[in-house]
């Protein structure tokens, strides 16, 4: 059973437009959410993050909204570079003693049309 | 700085062999976090260290996957009776702790590979 769910394999948006990348979860305990990106052969590169306590967190052209009633985020970049194409992952952070895992969707790859 | 990296960055071999996979974090982060991307799929935990200690191990599939982190900063992960269904990318990363220290960076992954 997925915990975070990001629905959409795949989005293609032209350049200069705002791209729009949705992520659903299930565990109402997850406390801090982070976006990553990554391109082929190398490693997720942080992008911005979220605590459970805010509904908006604004980093230059990328913002990531919250909807905890929801349970639902997404985030927003704008305007969209060629150089943002690539793969997002959505994760979530279990609080607990003794852990903090992340728990990913299974990535959303955005392709920036010149 | 010098970002979290990872030692083989590729490795083949061959079903029922060991094979011991590295990762360096970043100077001075405590906590470090093994996890295993298989094709198509988002990342998944496998086991977290604090300091030298295993704090949580839950991720770890089977007794054929172990890892060690003895001075609080390198770590192996140990995969012994290699299966071809352990073929993925084993991808380390490394935080700080405490309140606003969340972000977990991950190194660039090393993939393995079992005939």
């Known amino acids: 059973d997925q915990q975070v769910k990001q629905n959409s394999p795949s989005l293609s948006v032209q350049e200069g437009r705002i791209s729009i990348l949705n992520c659903d979860y299930t565990n109402s305990m997850f406390d801090y959410f982070l976006w990553y990106k990554k391109y082929p052969a190398e490693g997720p590169t942080f992008l911005i993050s979220i605590s459970s306590i805010k509904d908006k967190n604004e980093d230059g052209r990328f913002t990531v909204f919250l909807n905890k009633s929801a349970k639902h985020l997404s985030l927003h970049i704008v305007p969209s570079q060629p150089g943002d194409s690539a793969v997002y992952f959505c994760a979530a952070r279990t609080p607990g003693a003794g852990s903090y895992q992340l728990t990913f969707g299974k990535g959303t790859k955005l392709s920036v049309i010149p | 700085g010098a970002g979290v990296s990872q030692t083989p960055s590729n490795k083949v071999t061959e079903k029922g062999k060991y094979v011991e996979l590295r990762c360096d974090p970043i100077s001075g982060h405590t906590a470090l976090y093994w996890y295993r991307q298989s094709l198509g799929q988002g990342p998944e935990f496998l086991i977290y260290?604090?300091?030298?200690?295993?704090?949580?191990d839950s991720g770890l599939p089977n007794d054929r996957f172990f890892a060690v982190r003895p001075e609080g900063s390198v770590s192996t992960l140990k995969i012994q009776r290699t299966e071809r269904g352990d073929s993925a990318v084993y991808l380390c990363a490394s935080s700080l702790t405490g309140v606003g220290q969340e972000t977990q960076y991950f190194g660039p992954g090393t993939r393995l590979l079992v005939l």
């Open positions: 260290f604090q300091g030298t200690g295993a704090a949580d």
